[in-house]
């Protein structure tokens, strides 16, 4: 990632969320913009699930549309998940710093999730 696009709005998200599935050495995406990057990636390698999909799993990325415009605006990491909420950790999430969250499972909120398929 260039050092220019990690101080661009939602540059600190992305780097921690790269930050997070480095260590294990897992092949995931790497985007610089949550709609047209990650939303982008996800979608054209059929690895894209809307709000409402049943099998999130640990480690899927989870795109957010505050705004209801359709755009992702915000990415964290699905920690967790039972049969009515997910949970997540998020990057640049209140006071500039990360945070665990969980929302109600097909909130409106939640724009789809990026599946990353690990074997």
Request: glycine share 14%; net charge negative.
């Amino acid at each position: 990632m260039e050092l220019v696009r990690l101080f661009q709005p939602g540059g600190v998200v992305r780097l921690f969320c790269l930050l997070v599935l480095r260590p294990g050495r897992l092949s995931e995406p790497r985007f610089s913009g949550c709609t047209s990057g990650g939303m982008a990636w996800f979608q054209s390698h059929g690895q894209w699930a809307d709000r409402n999909y049943a099998d999130i799993a640990p480690g899927d990325a989870i795109f957010f549309d505050w705004d209801g415009s359709g755009n992702a605006d915000h990415v964290g990491i699905v920690v967790g998940v039972d049969e009515t909420r997910v949970y997540t950790v998020e990057g640049n999430s209140g006071n500039d710093a990360c945070n665990y969250k969980s929302y109600p499972r097909g909130s409106s909120v939640i724009r789809g999730y990026g599946l990353m398929l690990w074997p």
